[in-house]
């Protein structure tokens, strides 16, 4: 899927280009995990980890997936990454971006259920 929106581009660009950024991003791929897990995984300070996280979740590149609420009532959200590849290519001075998409498959069964039921 080629991204054009000029305000995703910039945000997918700067959030590759920093180191902790793209920490994150990688690791929440392959499936959800809260801003602790990736804390500690990725050997990132808790309060830089949620900055950023906020930065991605603002710009659409990490979502929510999740949110889970505790016996005692404390809530904390499961936050995946938006795409699974990224490619950013020059062509003709302009900057092209192609991402595929992150979902799973039960995410793609789902819609394709979904898809035939509207259908019928």
């Known amino acids: 899927m080629e991204i054009t929106d000029q305000s995703r581009i910039q ?16 690791s929440a791929i392959p499936k959800a995990k809260s801003v602790e897990d990736m804390s500690r ?3 990132i ?3 830089t980890c949620y900055r950023r996280v906020h930065e991605l979740l603002n710009s659409q590149i ?5 949110i889970i609420v505790t016996p005692d009532g404390k809530k904390y959200e499961l936050l995946r990454s938006a795409y ?6 020059f062509d003709g001075g302009v900057m092209k971006v192609d991402a595929l998409i992150n ?4 995410d ?8 035939m039921r509207e259908t019928k």
Not at 62 to 66: A, D, Q, S
């Open 103 to 106: 979902e799973d498959v039960a």
């Open 84 to 89: 699974k590849a990224v490619n950013v290519s």
């Open 62 to 66: 990490l979502v929510v997936e999740k």
């Open 45 to 47: 300070p808790l309060s």
């Open 41 to 43: 995984e990725n050997d």
């Open 108 to 115: 793609k069964l789902r819609r394709l259920w979904m898809t």
């Open 11 to 26: 945000a997918l660009v700067e959030g590759l280009a920093d180191e902790y950024s793209r920490k994150i991003l990688l």
